[in-house]
């Protein structure tokens, strides 16, 4: 099962210090932790999605520490896209797997696949045990999706304002946190459906 989805920056914005990274948009899949562990039990709503959050922002940490380190060590020039150049942006994508040592943040070990898109990272944390290939697969589906749909190579491209569109997204490749085996024909309806919705 994948435990969360997140898209984050990889690259200093104008209030961000260089080593920092901003959680633009994060969705938790299943139950939180915090809600799950005795320890946390007692404690209010709103220290919990603080909990939540704290534990989003250290994934973050990590794998922009992870793009940082292997775009340094391609040591091949960033080359700013423009929008409609979404595919070539994907394809000229850093792509990576962090393995998160249990307790650190959660309490079991984890998988966080990236992509690095420009100054974005689009992560997904899986259980250790997941099948990391068809992780893979569904994230970079779903990292095209929101380059051609909501158009995030632009300057000014308000991801904010758009979760409810990637809720939406995740809701259809990523039912509950739950990865797909998609056949041919299965894939080709939900890519329809997709853009469907997105044109909207």
């Not at 940082?68 to 091949?76: C, G, K, M, N, Y």
């Not at 960033?78 to 994508?93: D, I």
């Not at 300057?155 to 998609?182: A, M």
Request: proline letters at 5%.
């Amino acid at each position: 099962m994948v435990r969360c989805f997140l898209i984050h920056t990889v690259c200093p914005v104008s209030a961000l210090g260089p080593g920092d990274s901003r959680v633009l948009y994060s969705r938790v899949f299943g139950p939180e932790e915090a809600a799950l562990s005795s320890e946390h039990r007692q404690l209010l709503p709103e220290e919990r999605r603080l909990l939540s959050a704290e534990k989003l922002m250290l994934v973050a940490r990590q794998v922009h520490t992870a793009v940082s380190l292997t775009r340094q060590a391609s040591a091949r020039p960033p080359v700013e896209m423009a929008p409609g150049e979404e595919a070539l942006a994907l394809q000229e994508a850093d792509s990576g797997v962090v393995r998160l040592r249990a307790g650190d943040p959660f309490s079991e070990e984890m998988s966080a696949l990236w992509f690095a898109v420009q100054s974005l990272a689009f992560v997904l944390v899986c259980e250790a045990h997941e099948n990391l290939l068809l992780a893979e697969g569904t994230l970079r589906n779903l990292t095209r999706h929101c380059l051609e749909h909501l158009h995030m190579l632009g300057p000014g491209s308000e991801l904010l304002l758009k979760s409810d569109r990637i809720d939406v997204l995740l809701s259809r490749l990523l039912p509950h946190g739950q990865l797909l085996f998609l056949n041919h024909r299965f894939a080709q309806s939900l890519e329809k459906e997709v853009s469907a919705y997105m044109a909207k």
